[in-house]
């Protein structure tokens, strides 16, 4: 059974950094582009970052560009997302994915069940 586990994540206060991993299971993702999104009340999925499968190159959301940074580890199959100078409105359920580094959804085949990240002022 294919999965990708999240860890991480939580209650921060503005200013304050997190580190979420995303850990593949069932079968190789070496291969596999990699991504982030968030998703808040009562507002649609959005990308924040994308690796690819030599984490030579990645793709930020223009919010998150110098804040956040994504990177991998193959070894392990896990994805992290290490978000530094946080802010309220970075509050979301983030979700890991795998499969592509496009922006959109529709393009990535498994996903992580979900961490809260919850940034007060």
């Known amino acids: 059974q294919v999965q990708l586990v999240q860890s991480g994540g939580g209650l921060v206060q503005d200013g304050g950094s997190l580190r979420l991993s995303c850990v593949g299971s069932?079968?190789?993702?070496?291969?596999?582009?990699m991504g982030w999104f968030r998703q808040a009340p009562g507002k649609e999925r959005e990308f924040v970052a994308a690796i690819s499968w030599t984490g030579d190159s990645t793709w930020y959301a223009d919010s998150v560009k110098g804040r956040f940074t994504i990177s991998r580890d193959n070894a392990k199959s896990t994805v992290y997302l290490q978000m530094n100078n946080l802010k309220p409105e970075d509050t979301a359920v983030y979700y890991c994915?795998?499969?592509?580094?496009?922006?959109?959804?529709?393009?990535?085949?498994?996903w992580g069940q979900g961490t809260q990240v919850t940034v007060s002022s």
């Open positions: 994915a795998s499969g592509s580094t496009q922006e959109t959804v529709d393009y990535y085949d498994h």
């Open positions: 069932g079968r190789t993702f070496t291969y596999d582009g």
